[in-house]
């Protein structure tokens, strides 16, 4: 007879966590995890059978939704045959997922490096570009997040680096084409791209002759969810290009089909010189990242060491998700899902910013949005934290991320209109908390 084992109640599990695991960018003491138990396609449910609509794919990664039986499968056959390989050994799933990758990316960018998450692949970029142009300096904005590892979060910008510093040396950060707040004063109105000029200017102040690369997000991902004006992808990528820089687009977040594209940066016909990648390749099912680079950096490395290493470089278990994955995006129609409802999901903001009295901005491309929440919409000053209200999305079955003033609507791609309808249904109950607030 087997003994049967008894699940963990909701109390036992959080218990369990909380005592001898940390949780990540928390007050330990005041962690307060949801004890999740199964999920399916939007919807995720505790131990105690409450059902969530996960307005934020877990954490941006979650594209194809949970649970996907395609996934979920290669995963067991890939389990049953191959756990792992030599990262110097030559597998299968490793060279499909190379071939397809090659397929989707921009340009001539064909060939791939493998590591388990966005941070390392950041890492092992830096060291390409530097070993590439023999330059030393590295260029990313203030409002970004490329990582906690020592050379991702230098990269980064936003107040998660400021605890950990110093950090690597040589990098130099910039202003954001933030328009809802302009970091020059002006308006969408009366721009005049201030947000490019200025970093030619630093470049030129740092010296051209030292900067190896610059990293951008595709879309500035959880600092704030920050679109760029149609034109400032394609003037960085001519700037890079007079200075023989190279250009870096962090695809962690907004690749893999998030906003209507397989990359963010092909909504502007932008080809970067490299791409960063993670998440949404495998979903988050299993953990792995990627550097996606040109032709011509990949040729330069044929008779040059590549001074970049990893145990589980390639692993089979992951790139067996990932080519999954990425047939996932095209066989279920999930990237033109995404492009379509997208564009409801921004009307159905717009008509939200309307209605409501504390909703100063809302951002959107494909399904990777935000609300920006406000006391006013003529001062902009920020609600800030927004408690109330993620509490009251918490207690009516909704989670999502939210930064500072800023909530987020990034559901899986696979969501329907109606779904869309009702997560949002219940985000505009949350607004009156913060329309109070903005009347006072």
Not at 286 to 304: H, N, T
């Amino acid at each position: 007879m087997v003994e049967q084992k008894k699940a963990m109640t909701a109390q036992e599990m959080v218990a369990l966590n909380r005592e001898y695991t940390f949780f990540s960018w928390s007050v330990q003491a005041s962690a307060n995890p949801i004890p999740i138990a199964r999920a399916e396609g939007i919807y995720f449910w505790d131990v105690d059978g409450k059902r969530y609509i996960d307005f934020s794919s877990q954490l941006m990664n979650l594209n194809i939704g949970h649970q996907n039986p395609k996934v979920v499968r290669a995963i067991q056959d890939q389990a049953a045959q191959l756990c792992y390989a030599h990262p110097g050994m030559a597998t299968e799933p490793r060279g499909l997922l190379g071939k397809k990758i090659a397929e989707v990316a921009p340009g001539d960018l064909n060939k791939t490096f493998f590591c388990l998450g966005g941070a390392e692949a950041n890492e092992n970029a830096i060291k390409m570009a530097r070993a590439y142009t023999k330059r030393f300096k590295i260029m990313a904005r203030y409002r970004s997040y490329h990582g906690a590892t020592h050379g991702a979060i230098a990269l980064t910008g936003d107040y998660r680096r400021l605890p950990v510093e110093p950090a690597m040396p040589g990098v130099v950060h910039f202003l954001d084409p933030y328009c809802y707040r302009c970091p020059f004063g002006w308006t969408r109105e009366t721009c005049h791209r201030e947000c490019i000029q200025h970093i030619e200017e630093l470049i030129y102040y740092e010296g051209p002759d030292q900067i190896a690369a610059i990293f951008m997000e595709g879309v500035t991902g959880s600092n704030g969810l920050i679109v760029p004006p149609d034109d400032y992808w394609p003037r960085v990528r001519e700037i890079c290009d007079k200075y023989g820089i190279l250009l870096v687009s962090d695809e962690v977040m907004s690749g893999w089909g998030r906003t209507g594209r397989w990359f963010a940066v092909d909504n502007w016909n932008v080809i970067p010189d490299m791409i960063t990648t993670a998440k949404g390749l495998t979903s988050g099912y299993v953990p792995l990242g990627a550097v996606i680079v040109s032709d011509r950096m990949a040729k330069y490395f044929d008779d040059k060491m590549l001074w970049c290493g990893l145990t589980y470089s390639g692993h089979p278990l992951a790139c067996a998700a990932a080519v999954a994955t990425l047939a996932v995006y095209e066989e279920d129609g999930l990237i033109e899902n995404a492009d379509r409802l997208g564009e409801y999901l921004g009307q159905r903001l717009e008509q939200i910013k309307t209605r409501h009295a504390s909703v100063g901005d809302v951002r959107y491309i494909g399904l990777f949005s935000a609300l920006e929440i406000v006391n006013s919409k003529q001062t902009k000053q920020p609600i800030d934290p927004l408690t109330e209200v993620a509490k009251f999305l918490r207690d009516n079955n909704l989670f999502t991320f939210n930064f500072h003033n800023i909530l987020f609507v990034v559901p899986p791609l696979c969501i329907t209109q109606d779904q869309i309808d009702e997560g949002l249904a219940i985000i505009e109950q949350a607004l009156a908390i913060t329309d109070r607030q903005a009347r006072e």
